[in-house]
């Protein structure tokens, strides 16, 4: 399923080896969304891991990225995955966090679906 989500660059980690074959690197987001803001974590792995370089904390992103699940052992883990960071224009910066679905999302059109969070508990 491909996302995209607009907000905040808050953090970027170090690229971290796996293994010798696979790499990963994690930034956050800052969302504000209502009364308190969301810290969103998501991932970057092979050689996606270095479309972060050029972008500063602080800078307004659009983040495209896939909803990915897996079991293991009994337990359910949850991905965000990003495939695309780029600068967000610097006109909508104004305007509420918005998650877009993609044209793969069930139901949608030739439109993207648009989904707002309207969620103001502070947890």
């Not at 983040?63 to 695309?84: C, I, M, P, S, Y």
Request: hydrophobic share 35%; glycine share 8%; aromatic share 14%.
């Amino acid at each position: 399923m491909a996302f995209e989500v607009d907000g905040k660059m808050y953090r970027k980690f170090d690229t971290e080896n796996k293994s010798q074959t696979f790499q990963t690197r994690e930034f956050v987001i800052e969302i504000k969304d209502g009364q308190y803001p969301q810290f969103v974590k998501f991932q970057l792995v092979q050689d996606r891991c270095g479309i972060v370089d050029d972008l500063q904390e602080g800078e307004q992103v659009k983040v495209h990225f896939d909803l990915r699940g897996r079991e293991w052992q009994g337990k359910f883990f949850t991905n965000l995955q990003a495939w695309r960071v780029e600068k967000f224009a610097e006109s909508t910066q104004a305007a509420p966090a918005r998650v877009s679905a993609g044209s793969d999302f069930p139901g949608a059109g030739d439109e993207p679906q648009s989904l707002e969070f309207n969620d103001d508990l502070p947890f």
